[in-house]
């Protein structure tokens, strides 16, 4: 007789491999973001709040080309739209696809607001500001819903434990393996969407990228509704 899963070890909603493909799709728009807002917008990160803590703390030293309140408008916007989020769920049930459904459709908007701004008002401080500001607000709305899905290895803006997790379960290690597909490509999806937004951001400037990324956000969102 099988021994059922204790509840503790389920993983709430991730069966099924259309969730899987949102939440790497969304990966690699962290990746088209991050371009975005580190090489466009004074080496500061929007997505990536590790990656933007080292780099806060790189500016409040005094190293050339980081800025303290560039750094400090993105993470402290990220914490206001992760605050929204956390506001906001307990007036939206307990169905946590609705919540990633609604908060990736604002993230569509924002970052469609943010195409248009770089697009009519490009290379001007109140615009470095504003896309700094709303980019950050989006992803931090993003990161708290997806957070109420607790899917493993697939938190759309954060790798490090996704790689230590692959290094550590890979054959030569204690070969328990059995994520290793969807670890490695979500490591793969956030290096393609950094590499075509970097190639987008040097050769075209932000807008383009931050368009792509609100298109694909929005698709996203349509995709995450109904069940699999």
């Known amino acids: 007789m099988t021994t059922p899963t204790p509840p503790a070890e389920r993983e709430p909603e991730t069966h099924g491999l ?12 962290s990746g088209l973001i991050d371009a975005v807002s580190y090489l466009g917008l ?6 990536n709040m590790t990656g933007n803590v ?22 402290g916007c990220f914490l206001l739209g992760a605050a ?22 604002v993230e569509a908007g924002l970052v469609g607001v943010s195409a248009v701004v770089a697009f009519v008002w490009p290379d001007t401080i109140g615009t470095r500001y504003a896309l700094i500001a709303v980019t950050a607000y989006a992803l931090g709305l993003r990161n708290a819903a ?6 493993a290895d697939l938190t759309t803006t954060v790798l490090t434990m996704t790689v230590t ?20 490509a979500s490591v793969l999806a956030m290096a393609g969407g950094a590499c075509l937004g970097g190639w987008l951001v ?24 109904g069940r699999e």
Request: charged residues 15%; positive net charge; aromatic residues 4%.
């Open 146 to 151: 997806v957070r109420t899905l607790r899917v």
């Open 54 to 75: 080292v780099v806060l703390g790189f500016a409040a030293a005094g190293a050339p080309g980081f800025s303290v309140p560039h750094t400090a408008t993105s993470l």
């Open 165 to 184: 997790a692959l290094a550590a379960e890979f054959r030569l290690a204690d070969a328990t393996g059995h994520r290793s597909a969807r670890r490695s």
């Open 84 to 105: 929204t989020a956390g506001r906001a769920a307990p007036r939206l049930g307990v169905d946590s696809r609705r919540r990633v459904r609604l908060a990736l459709t």
């Open 202 to 225: 040097l050769h075209h400037g932000p807008g383009i990228p931050l368009l792509l990324s609100a298109l694909a956000s929005g698709v996203l969102a349509l995709l995450t509704s």
């Open 42 to 47: 004074s080496r500061v990160f929007t997505a």
């Open 18 to 29: 259309r969730l899987v493909a949102v939440l790497l799709g969304l990966t690699m728009v």
